[in-house]
């Protein structure tokens, strides 16, 4: 064999043995740490709070506990620094028990003082963030009409189309019910208008707005979210007001004439920019029920949403703007308001920071007064 060759065998198998060692020594550390939890345990029983202590806390500051493990050890300290009457150590170690997990369930075995010390921590979420997508229908509320035939005696109507909406979702809780929500949504929102001109033209237009709504809305949830001993599907409603802005608005015209019995001529042509005769800004106000259901530390939930509009969607001084289009198809803008329905699925995880409630400062009822004889 080559010399070169056996000197990279060797190479590789040293590497081999070396990486087999770690991990026999890292598997080692492990299982001694949970023999020392065992221990620890024991001691704790047997009322050696001193060894119970010096066994979990060295597997601690070493990291050998896996996350099962590192609760039991977070919970057991706090209880044995309660019954030593060392206050800051248990708050030191039932912190890092509430960090490691947040919706630490409380157990029929769990000492009265260990129960009272939880109560003073704070176990809603700080910040609740998560997403969602669905579909929607506008809803349109048609107002004057407007047409280069006679308005009142066209037929019109209007159908509405599946569009989208993709959404962020950042909430406060208020209570253990109520939180306050923000959630940026964009929107793409889909209709068809048709009618018929003049006896002898039928037009189809298709509108497609994309939109960014700003929604800020108050929840109310019908079971408290963080009684952690709940399970099952959380119901809820909410309420607020929405801020659309237009992003874009494109449309495309389609006219069909009839030129003769067995004859008919179709216009077309590209896509029409209709932006600048919408409202930049229009306002909504929105309402919905949804159900939440809990996955991990999270919930996925389904709602359904109705907005109904306030504002004219027309920007009436540039109705008549693109005089080419108008010529070319004969369509001019109604005044129209657009709400919709939607369908929602997404996600939502809390974020925690538990931290020991404040306590109330007691003012005294009566001031006492001291006289002198």
């Known amino acids: 064999m080559n010399l070169r060759y056996l000197h990279l065998w060797l190479l590789l198998f040293f590497w081999g043995v070396s990486e087999i060692k770690a991990q026999t020594q890292d598997s080692t550390a492990v299982n001694d740490c949970s023999l020392k939890l065992q221990e620890g ?9 001193s060894i119970s202590i010096n066994l979990l806390e060295e597997c601690l500051k070493t990291d050998g506990f896996n996350e099962e493990e590192k609760q039991r050890a977070l919970r057991l300290l706090t209880i044995i620094y309660l019954y030593k009457n060392q206050e800051e150590d248990a708050n030191k170690y039932m912190q890092q028990l509430l960090k490691a997990n947040p919706e630490y369930r409380l157990r029929p075995n769990d000492p009265n003082e260990f129960v009272q010390l939880y109560k003073e921590y704070k176990i809603r979420p700080y910040l609740i963030v998560g997403g969602g997508a669905g579909a929607n229908l506008p809803m349109l509320s048609i107002g004057k009409l407007y047409s280069t035939d006679n308005p009142n005696s066209q037929a019109m109507v209007y159908n509405s189309l599946v569009g989208f909406q993709i959404a962020a979702n950042v909430s406060r809780p208020l209570t253990n019910k109520v939180e306050v929500i923000f959630a940026p ?10 009618a ?31 009684n952690f001993s709940l399970t099952g599907i959380k119901p809820y409603v909410f309420v607020g007001g929405v801020a659309n802005l237009i992003l874009s608005s494109l449309g495309d015209a389609q006219r069909q004439d009839v030129v003769s019995e067995d004859q008919s001529r179709s216009v077309e042509g590209k896509a029409i920019e209709m932006t600048e005769l919408r409202n930049k800004t229009t306002f909504s106000a929105l309402a919905g029920v949804g159900a939440e259901y809990k996955i991990g530390l999270g919930h996925l939930y389904i709602e359904f949403r109705y907005q109904h509009a306030f ?3 027309i920007n009436e001084k540039n109705r008549f703007l693109l005089q080419s289009e108008i010529a070319k198809y004969g369509y001019i803008d109604n005044d129209y308001k657009m709400g919709s329905m939607s369908v929602y699925a997404g996600y939502n995880y809390p974020l925690y ?10 003012e005294m009822s009566e001031e006492i007064k001291i006289e002198n004889n």
């Open 185 to 194: 949504t964009f929107t793409v929102l889909r209709y068809r208008f048709e």
């Open 196 to 226: 018929n001109y003049f006896e002898y033209a039928s037009l189809t237009f298709e509108e497609s707005q994309r939109r960014l709504d700003l929604p800020l809305l108050f929840k109310y949830n019908f079971r408290n979210k963080y």
């Open 41 to 49: 345990e024991t001691a704790y029983e047997d009322g050696s709070l």
């Open 311 to 313: 504002m004219n969607m």
């Open 353 to 362: 920071n538990p931290k020991k409630r404040k306590r109330k400062s007691k």
